[in-house]
Every structure is written in structure tokens, then in C-alpha cells.
């Protein structure tokens, strides 16, 4: 583990890999993926917006581009806290079962000293929390985003012209979003 | 002496007819009515119900310059003529809810008769007028909108996924 002689802290490659699996930071390739998520869901209400509540593209684009590019910040900003806080207790949740099975993987005849196994198991209980959480963070905060913009937008602010209606309704659900996904359960 | 009285009292009467003539119309003998008809379809874009008829009159005395007036819940409304006079047009409207359903006749009197039912209004007479012709449609009634509309639908659908994801969630989180 680290070695501390004197005033300095040496810090290993072990305990850089586990200081970035249980940080709040997420890797390029995940914050592509959650950029990309959430662009798609974010323009998703402007078809709505366009076809239903009859807006011009050409009239409101660069609006829709700004407010677009907010509620992207936003979720992605949701999706980042959401999986922090499910990454550990998926991690804690599926402990025993991803220990089972990394021990039937390995054959019998196999002697692995018990260091390595515990390192396995580790390294398979990380990849799993890492998984689960990213992939139901994305889906939980869709799903949610969705249901405000559609309660915002036909039932709270249906009396305002469509666009505040748009304005309001994307700012004030990515906003919630970002607001509820700070919360520590 | 009594020739030209006479002849004064004749162009007098004459005069007189020819302005009641005037007041009300030329009559319509023998009407032949063809009429295109719209009525309200829906609630959603209109708050009252409108019934306009759009008609033809051929009337085998070939009136130049025909009124005609239709009898609308119990009141007159004059028919408005085309600038050469060959179409018609009535239209009135009416509330949702007090529109009339189903076959509707409305009474139509030419500038004749129509004078005779007013005068018979003012005098208080009792007796009845027939009226010329009859324009006769149907009206099927209002759609007032899907009993469940789309975004209710649509919200429940997703409220619904949601309360399944936050479950899932809060078991995860225990």
C-alpha cells in the first residue's frame, strides 16, 4: 500500500486505482457516453414543442440550441451524481453474488494465493457497480427528466405562449433533475 | 272633375303598392331550393356551434331582386344575397350546449310574406303564416375531444415507469 517515510506519501498504482473507483470523477469514454444520453434526451421535447405547441425551427432555433445545450449540461450533471451515489450500494448489493461467481470461474486446481482472489473479486465487483450504476443512472434520470417536461409543459405552464412554455419547462426539469440528484440517497 | 281625382287616387294606390313592393321583396312562386350546408364538427377550436347554409333559389316567376328571411328560434334573420343574385347564404350560432341535434327545418318567407307575418305580430293576430320553402339538414352534433386525452395518457404511462424506477431505486439505496 502507500509508504509514507518521513513528510512524503507515496501513492501506488493499487491506491490510485481505488482512490478513481470510489471518486466522483467519471472516465472520457463515460462522459461521452453521458454527454451523448444526454443530448438525445434533450432534444427529444423539441418534436414535441415543433409539432404539438406548433413552434417555427427556424423562428426559435437558436433558442432551442441554448436551452438544448443547458439541459445537456444539466442531466449529464445529474447522470454523474446519480451513479456516484448507486455505484457503492450496487457495489455493496452484489458483493456475495460477484464473489461466487469469480470463485467458480477459477478451476480447482488452480492455487491462487487468496491476495488475488481478493483482487478479482474487486476488480469484477467494480466493473459490475460500474455497469449497473452507469446504465440505471441514465434511465432513471430519463425517465424523470420526460415526466416533468410533459407535466410542465401540458399541465403547469399550458396557459403561457409556447415559448416560455419550452423555456420553462426544459430549464425548470433538467434544473430539478440536477437539484434532486445532489440528494445523498 | 271626378277624372283626375280618380286618376289620383288610382296612382296613390299604385304608388303604395309599389312601395311595400319595394320595403319587402318581390314574392318567389314555386321555390326549387339546392343548398350546401356546414355545421361546427368539433369543440376543440370553436367556443360556439355555426350553421351556414349556402343556397340556390329558382323560383319559376324569375324574381329580380328577391328578401328572403328565415324563422331562427322564434326571431327573423334576413338571408344575405350574393351581388348577382343568384346565391343565398343563412347562417347563425348557437352554444354547445343549447345547439340543436339531428334534422333541423328552417322556415324561409319571401319579402311578401314576411311583411304579412310582421304586420300580423304588430296587430296581434294569432293566425299563421306558411312559409315558402323549407331548407332542411342535418346536424350530426359537437366532438368534444377524447374522453382520455394523450398526455394524460402519456404522463401516466411514464409516471408509472418512473414510481417502478424510484422503487428499484430506494431498494438498491437501503
Redesign the interface.
Given at each position: 500500500m502507500s509508504s509514507g517515510k518521513g513528510k512524503q506519501t507515496i501513492i501506488t498504482k493499487d491506491d490510485e486505482l481505488l482512490l478513481q473507483n470510489f471518486s466522483r470523477n467519471v472516465t472520457f469514454k463515460s462522459s461521452i457516453n453521458f454527454y451523448m444520453n444526454a443530448l438525445i434526451v434533450s432534444v427529444t421535447p423539441l418534436w414535441l414543442f415543433w409539432k404539438i405547441h406548433q413552434m417555427d425551427p427556424l423562428e426559435f432555433g437558436i433558442i432551442w440550441i441554448i436551452m438544448t445545450l443547458l439541459s445537456t449540461w444539466l442531466v449529464s450533471f445529474a447522470y454523474r451524481n446519480s451513479k456516484y451515489v448507486l455505484k457503492h450500494k450496487f457495489a455493496q448489493k452484489r458483493e456475495d453474488a460477484v464473489a461466487r461467481e469469480v470463485l467458480k470461474s477459477i478451476p480447482d486446481d488452480k492455487k491462487m494465493p487468496k491476495k488475488e482472489k481478493d483482487e478479482r473479486i474487486l476488480w469484477k465487483k467494480n466493473e459490475v457497480a460500474e455497469f449497473e450504476s452507469t446504465t440505471f443512472a441514465i434511465f432513471y434520470n430519463n425517465v424523470l427528466y420526460i415526466f416533468l417536461t410533459i407535466l410542465f409543459s401540458f399541465y403547469v405552464l399550458r396557459s403561457l405562449n409556447p415559448n416560455f412554455n419550452y423555456m420553462l419547462s426544459v430549464g425548470c426539469s433538467a434544473g430539478l433533475l440536477a437539484l434532486f440528484s445532489t440528494g445523498t440517497h | 272633375m271626378g277624372g283626375p281625382i280618380i286618376s289620383i287616387i288610382q296612382l296613390s294606390f299604385l304608388l303604395i303598392v309599389l312601395v311595400s313592393h319595394q320595403t319587402h321583396g318581390e314574392q318567389c312562386v314555386s321555390p326549387k331550393v339546392t343548398s350546401d350546408i356546414y355545421t361546427t364538427p368539433e369543440t376543440l377550436l370553436s367556443t360556439e356551434t355555426v350553421y351556414i347554409v349556402e343556397f340556390t333559389l329558382d323560383c319559376s316567376n324569375k324574381p329580380k331582386e328577391l328578401n328572403l328571411y328565415a324563422k331562427v328560434d322564434d326571431s327573423f334573420i334576413q338571408v344575405t344575397k350574393s351581388l348577382d343574385n343568384k346565391r343565398y347564404q343563412l347562417s347563425w350560432t348557437s352554444s354547445h350546449s343549447q345547439a340543436p341535434v339531428g334534422l333541423i327545418t328552417v322556415d324561409v318567407y319571401d319579402g311578401e310574406t314576411y311583411g304579412k307575418v310582421k304586420q300580423a305580430v304588430r296587430s296581434g293576430e294569432t293566425s299563421e303564416y306558411e312559409a315558402n320553402f323549407q331548407l332542411e339538414f342535418n346536424h350530426k352534433g359537437v366532438w368534444k375531444g377524447a374522453w382520455l386525452k394523450s398526455?394524460l395518457l402519456?404522463?401516466t404511462v411514464?409516471?408509472l415507469?418512473?414510481f417502478l424506477?424510484?422503487r428499484?431505486?430506494?431498494y438498491?439505496?437501503s
Open positions: - | 398526455e402519456a404522463l411514464v409516471g415507469v418512473w424506477a424510484y428499484h431505486k430506494n438498491i439505496c
